[in-house]
């Protein structure tokens, strides 16, 4: 079934109903690095006011399509801001475009779904001694089973809510004719630019989208080769009730309140005509006869992330601004500063696997897919491109973080509600951030976790009876939702704020920024580990400290210790003693932690057939192949495990791998690529990928769980950069797991702990040369499996031998702050 009218997939009853379903059932060869500015690009004047003829040559970094979408998930195209998202169909006679002010979302504050007020999943009355007793149990029976826990433990999420699509702006092109040749839909990833181009009637047309940063707005460019031939009705429409829509001077204005929480919302579009007539009626804007037209469109709410109340301004003069600003320039400069803000980022690094894209549309491509030919070679670069720009797109300095959706949604009642899940969704959107050159995407999960930290305080006293620090569980909200709902294989996962504050460490090891560290970073673990500190308890089998009660992520069963809880605990701990460490403060704190970890159960036993166990006892299944590897964290994104460092356990991770299978949901190949990556097997982590590729990816290449699920393609991008270059384990790492279908290539501007870029050719499934840009001056580590002591040359950029020392297949390079190294095996 195709979606080609509006369907906002309201279901009978409360929305969340909707969720327990779904739950239940290339550069030149002269340069060195992507270090130096963005290149020029080509003005949009002439291609805007003059399009040319029709003779489409696909674009290295493009997606592109000989038909209209059809369904919103599967081919819309998406564009976005962080802020705002867009999804256009390029329909010929309707064009439609699904748009998303990420703010929007029902429940919270002011709600009372059930007649029940909103308190962030907190228990509404106490439970003496509940806690206790679940631990008893375990204790005395070492499993229990969720359905029990969950009784115990767990509570309706009253007032919860879930993202809502803004609504649906419509272009009705009527009186054009409908017979059309040419046809070519596509989106530049390098740009940030949509494109639709078609003759009709002896006409070229061509429409451009965009969604702005540094404005704040998505803005639609419609031209035609013909003066004269632009004539279209703007519309908008809206799932929401009691919506008001006007029209007046060009400019719709859509602006309400959700009948859910009383939220506050408020869109414009201004239509801006070149020539022709231009009439506004009731909620309807008529452009007739125009040589082209621009449509500028801004959104917001009264939300603000501000506990305990969520609201800020009321949003229209914030909106009526954007939009007047940007109607006051014209389409070329609003586009120029557009493709300028978003190459600033996209051009920092780039990735060649040998091959152009073929000239057949991006869906037939991904339909021939199988990993053999050459041509995939070019479909896996494009979709490594993808993830990249999708992180862009979604995730700007301002904006909430990129939920399971991005920034993208047209339901009402979405997939587990578009949130945020923190027991592996919401972390692996951020993989890819620090090692593919883009770290200012982060600082939105910063700023989100941080405003946890105050609801998650009175959920940690009520629920956990921990006096210092704070929790969140399993999936949150833009409501400071940090206690637990009733889904009894899902609603218990106290580790969740314990791996985000992997992300702040990660931040400072790949920047160095030491500000960041002493004023974000340090402060939030601390915190965290506070609440460890008070909930760890002690097992009576053996006197080590464990989380009790654990649950390996939806898998089970509840019982103490299970690994994935012990290792996440043990890299939160580990890392604030290191950032402790680094700053030179807080040494009796830090006495204690170590002293804790010492303590601590590591969460690595092998169990009787050479795997690594899940849970503290050797209950593992060889023929079971659940998606979650969640027993695994240590070997990635962790660092515990590693193939040097602790062999027997990484031999023991990919025992367990192997019994996993390769397949599983889009999310699960991806980590799954990253674990073979860390073991060093490329050709494994590339049948992983190549799976993703085959069976999770839709023919507009978002990852399908299935339903569409953003954190897959997030995931894949990560895999295939860590199949490149690894540095966690103190020693830059250059083709550590490549695979042997990569026999060429060339990559520019991953980034490696310790504030490094780096670029490498390689040939024959060889290094053939390395550039190491630095940050600071110090000594780098580097390995790769073509060094030979003393048969390494290393020169600085003007091509004057450069100082090092080896080891087997390691050397020692001495750097200064923005020199760079090249590095020739």
């Keep these: 079934m195709t979606d080609r009218s509006p369907q906002y997939c309201v279901p009978p009853g409360r929305e969340s109903l909707a969720r327990r379903s779904v739950l239940q059932a290339a550069v030149s060869a002269g340069a060195l690095l992507a270090i130096s500015s963005a290149p020029e690009f080509t003005s949009a004047a002439n291609a805007v006011n003059q399009p040319q003829a029709l003779s489409f040559v696909p674009q290295r970094h493009s997606l592109w399509y000989a038909k209209p979408a059809e369904s919103w998930a599967r081919e819309s195209l998406p564009v976005g801001n962080g802020s705002l998202g867009a999804n256009f169909f390029g329909g010929v006679v309707q064009e439609r475009l699904t748009l998303n002010e990420k703010t929007l979302w029902t429940g919270g504050p002011g709600s009372n779904e059930g007649g029940h007020s909103y308190d962030h999943g907190n228990w509404e009355k106490p439970r003496p001694g509940a806690l206790d007793e679940v631990r008893q149990r375990i204790d005395d029976e070492t499993q229990v089973p969720s359905s029990w826990v969950g009784q115990k433990l767990g509570q309706y999420e009253w007032g919860f809510g879930a993202y809502q699509p803004f609504g649906d702006l419509l272009l009705d092109f009527s009186g054009q004719d409908e017979e059309v040749s040419d046809y070519v839909r596509s989106l530049d990833l390098q740009e940030a630019v949509g494109s639709v181009r078609y003759r009709a009637g002896g006409t070229n047309y061509r429409r451009e989208y965009l969604a702005s940063n540094p404005h704040g707005v998505v803005a639609v460019r419609l031209t035609a080769g013909a003066q004269g031939s632009i004539s279209f009705d703007t519309s908008f429409t809206s799932p929401h009730a009691g919506r008001r829509v006007s029209a007046e001077d060009g400019r719709l204005t859509v602006r309400g309140t959700l009948a859910d929480n009383g939220l506050v919302y408020e869109g414009q579009i201004q239509v801006i005509a070149e020539g022709g007539a231009t009439t506004s009626s009731d909620s309807v804007v008529k452009v007739s006869g125009a040589d082209a037209a621009t449509l500028i469109f801004s959104a917001g709410t009264d939300y603000a992330n501000d506990y305990p109340k969520y609201r800020g301004e009321d949003p229209h003069e914030g909106v009526t601004r954007r939009v007047d600003t940007a109607s006051a320039l014209s389409f070329a400069d609003l586009r120029a500063a557009h493709v300028r803000d978003h190459r600033a980022l996209f051009d920092r690094m780039t990735l060649v696997l040998g091959e152009a894209l073929p000239a057949v549309p991006t869906d037939t491509l991904l339909a021939g897919y199988t990993g053999d030919r050459p041509e995939d070679r070019a479909l896996e670069q494009l979709f490594f491109e993808y993830g990249r720009y999708l992180l862009i797109a979604s995730s700007r300095p301002g904006s909430l973080p990129a939920n399971l959706q991005g920034?993208?949604?047209?339901?009402?009642?979405?997939?587990?509600?578009?949130?945020?899940?923190?027991?592996?969704?919401?972390?692996?959107?951020?993989?890819?951030?620090?090692?593919?050159?883009?770290?200012?995407?982060?600082?939105?999960?910063?700023?989100?976790?941080?405003?946890?930290?105050?609801?998650?305080?009175?959920?940690?006293?009520?629920?956990?009876?921990?006096?210092?620090?704070?929790?969140?569980?399993?999936?949150?909200?833009?409501?400071?939702?940090?206690?637990?709902?009733?889904?009894?294989?899902?609603?218990?996962?106290?580790?969740?704020?314990?791996?985000?504050?992997?992300?702040?460490?990660?931040?400072?090891?790949?920047?160095?920024?030491?500000?960041?560290?002493?004023?974000?970073?340090?402060?939030?673990?601390?915190?965290?580990?506070?609440?460890?500190?008070?909930?760890?308890?002690?097992?009576?089998?053996?006197?080590?400290?464990?989380?009790?009660?654990?649950?390996?992520?939806?898998?089970?069963?509840?019982?103490?210790?299970?690994?994935?809880?012990?290792?996440?605990?043990?890299?939160?701990?580990?890392?604030?003693?290191?950032?402790?460490?680094?700053?030179?403060?807080?040494?009796?704190?830090?006495?204690?932690?170590?002293?804790?970890?010492?303590?601590?159960?590591?969460?690595?036993?092998?169990?009787?057939?050479?795997?690594?166990?899940?849970?503290?006892?050797?209950?593992?299944?060889?023929?079971?192949?659940?998606?979650?590897?969640?027993?695994?964290?240590?070997?990635?994104?962790?660092?515990?495990?590693?193939?040097?460092?602790?062999?027997?356990?990484?031999?023991?991770?990919?025992?367990?791998?192997?019994?996993?299978?390769?397949?599983?949901?889009?999310?699960?190949?991806?980590?799954?690529?990253?674990?073979?990556?860390?073991?060093?097997?490329?050709?494994?982590?590339?049948?992983?990928?190549?799976?993703?590729?085959?069976?999770?990816?839709?023919?507009?290449?978002?990852?399908?769980?299935?339903?569409?699920?953003?954190?897959?393609?997030?995931?894949?991008?990560?895999?295939?950069?860590?199949?490149?270059?690894?540095?966690?384990?103190?020693?830059?790492?250059?083709?550590?797991?490549?695979?042997?279908?990569?026999?060429?290539?060339?990559?520019?501007?991953?980034?490696?702990?310790?504030?490094?870029?780096?670029?490498?050719?390689?040939?024959?499934?060889?290094?053939?040369?390395?550039?190491?840009?630095?940050?600071?001056?110090?000594?780098?580590?580097?390995?790769?499996?073509?060094?030979?002591?003393?048969?390494?040359?290393?020169?600085?950029?003007?091509?004057?031998?450069?100082?090092?020392?080896?080891?087997?297949?390691?050397?020692?390079?001495?750097?200064?702050?923005?020199?760079?190294?090249?590095?020739?095996?």
């Excluded at 580990?574 to 303590?599: H, W, Y």
């Excluded at 003393?790 to 702050?817: F, M």
């Design 407 to 825: 920034v993208w949604n047209n339901m009402t009642a979405p997939p587990w509600d578009s949130d945020y899940h923190v027991n592996i969704n919401l972390q692996m959107n951020y993989w890819p951030a620090e090692l593919t050159n883009l770290s200012e995407t982060t600082a939105p999960l910063f700023e989100y976790a941080d405003s946890l930290r105050e609801p998650g305080r009175v959920s940690a006293r009520q629920i956990f009876g921990a006096d210092k620090g704070w929790v969140v569980s399993n999936q949150t909200n833009t409501w400071g939702f940090t206690g637990v709902h009733d889904y009894a294989d899902s609603f218990w996962y106290p580790e969740g704020g314990a791996w985000l504050g992997q992300h702040f460490m990660e931040h400072y090891r790949f920047t160095g920024d030491r500000r960041f560290l002493r004023e974000r970073a340090y402060p939030y673990l601390k915190e965290t580990a506070e609440f460890w500190l008070d909930f760890l308890v002690e097992d009576p089998r053996d006197g080590k400290l464990v989380v009790t009660p654990s649950f390996s992520p939806e898998h089970g069963p509840f019982s103490a210790g299970a690994s994935m809880s012990q290792q996440i605990v043990w890299d939160l701990l580990t890392n604030t003693v290191e950032a402790s460490e680094e700053l030179g403060i807080d040494r009796p704190f830090r006495t204690r932690l170590e002293e804790t970890l010492d303590k601590l159960d590591p969460g690595t036993r092998i169990g009787s057939w050479g795997q690594l166990q899940e849970w503290k006892q050797d209950w593992d299944d060889p023929a079971d192949q659940h998606r979650h590897v969640s027993h695994l964290f240590g070997l990635y994104p962790g660092r515990q495990i590693s193939r040097d460092g602790t062999p027997e356990l990484a031999k023991a991770a990919a025992v367990s791998l192997r019994a996993r299978g390769d397949a599983g949901t889009g999310w699960s190949t991806a980590w799954k690529t990253n674990f073979w990556s860390r073991l060093g097997d490329g050709d494994q982590a590339y049948r992983v990928l190549a799976l993703q590729l085959s069976r999770s990816t839709l023919p507009n290449l978002w990852d399908s769980y299935p339903p569409f699920q953003i954190d897959g393609n997030f995931g894949a991008t990560a895999g295939m950069a860590e199949m490149l270059l690894q540095s966690d384990q103190g020693v830059v790492d250059l083709l550590p797991a490549l695979p042997s279908v990569w026999d060429k290539g060339r990559v520019d501007g991953l980034r490696a702990r310790g504030g490094y870029t780096v670029g490498m050719d390689w040939q024959a499934g060889a290094l053939n040369e390395a550039r190491i840009k630095a940050d600071r001056k110090g000594t780098v580590r580097v390995r790769a499996k073509g060094f030979h002591a003393g048969q390494v040359k290393v020169v600085d950029e003007h091509g004057r031998p450069a100082y090092a020392s080896s080891h087997r297949n390691v050397i020692d390079l001495r750097v200064g702050a923005g020199e760079i190294m090249r590095i020739l095996p």
